[in-house]
T-cell receptor
Framework: RKEVEQDPGPFNVPEGATVAFNCTYS??????FFWYRQDCRKEPKLLMS???SGNEDGRFTAQLNRASQYISLLIRDSKLSDSATYLC???????????FGTGTQLKVEL | EPEVTQTPSHQVTQMGQEVILRCVPI?????FYWYRQILGQKVEFLVS????????KSEIFDDQFSVERPDGSNFTLKIRSTKLEDSAMYFC????????????FGPGTRLTVT
């Protein structure tokens, strides 16, 4: 299994739709997981942290499934401004570095 | 809201030249990082720095790379003799303390080696 794996997409969804992305990871010792949002040629911006079973922030919900070693990101009521690449990041075995997935591209359309 | 800053935003250099990329991490953060992203590829870890020394580095971070915290605020990445394949976005990040803590990224420096 790759360290961090994501479906690259693109996911094309209409405005208002609910969309979910998964991310699988190999380091079973990781205690925290992160979703970042990256706009074209910009820096990753921290969207959500997941430290236990899950986290919710407005329209965004992140869930962790330790048994199957994946995290998910659910976006409800998609908006045009949600169009971006969503990066999954998992700390490495030493706890310092983040290993990123390739990202999942989301395009929200009218 | 505190943020990581980086300069310059874009650096163009000739192959073989030395470049220094600069970062000012968030002021009360203790861990500092450099990542790079080649166009169209994923974000890759280069190096982490804590307590004035490298705590971890990747295979990419070979002898041509070095990092330094020359004063209480700046954190620099030096590439001694740039190669064409060093062309990428270089992101600095910082985190407050504990391992696996949240990392906040600066806006990046686009390095173009010609």
């Amino acid at each position: 299994r790759k360290e961090v794996e994501q479906d690259p997409g693109p996911f094309n969804v209409p405005e208002g739709a609910t969309v979910a992305f998964n991310c699988t990871y190999s380091n079973s010792a990781s205690q925290s997981f992160f979703w970042y949002r990256q706009d074209c040629r910009k820096e990753p911006k921290l969207l959500m942290s997941v430290y236990s079973s899950g986290n919710e922030d407005g329209r965004f919900t992140a869930q962790l499934n330790r048994a199957s070693q994946y995290i998910s990101l659910l976006i409800r009521d998609s908006k045009l401004s949600d169009s971006a690449t969503y990066l999954c990041a998992v700390p490495g075995r030493g706890g310092n570095k983040l290993t990123f997935g390739t990202g999942t591209q989301l395009k929200v359309e009218l | 809201e505190p943020e990581v800053t980086q300069t310059p935003s874009h650096q163009v250099t000739q192959m073989g030249q030395e470049v220094i990329l600069r970062c000012v991490p968030i002021s009360n953060h203790l861990y500092f990082y450099w990542y790079r992203q080649i166009l169209g590829q994923k974000v890759e870890f280069l190096v982490s720095f804590y307590n004035n020394e490298i705590s971890e580095k990747s295979e990419i971070f070979d002898d041509q790379f070095s990092v330094e915290r020359p004063d209480g605020s700046n954190f620099t990445l030096k590439i001694r003799s740039t190669k064409l394949e060093d062309s990428a976005m270089y992101f600095c990040a910082s985190s407050s303390g504990a391992p696996e803590d949240e990392q906040y990224f600066g806006p990046g420096t686009r390095l173009t080696v010609t």
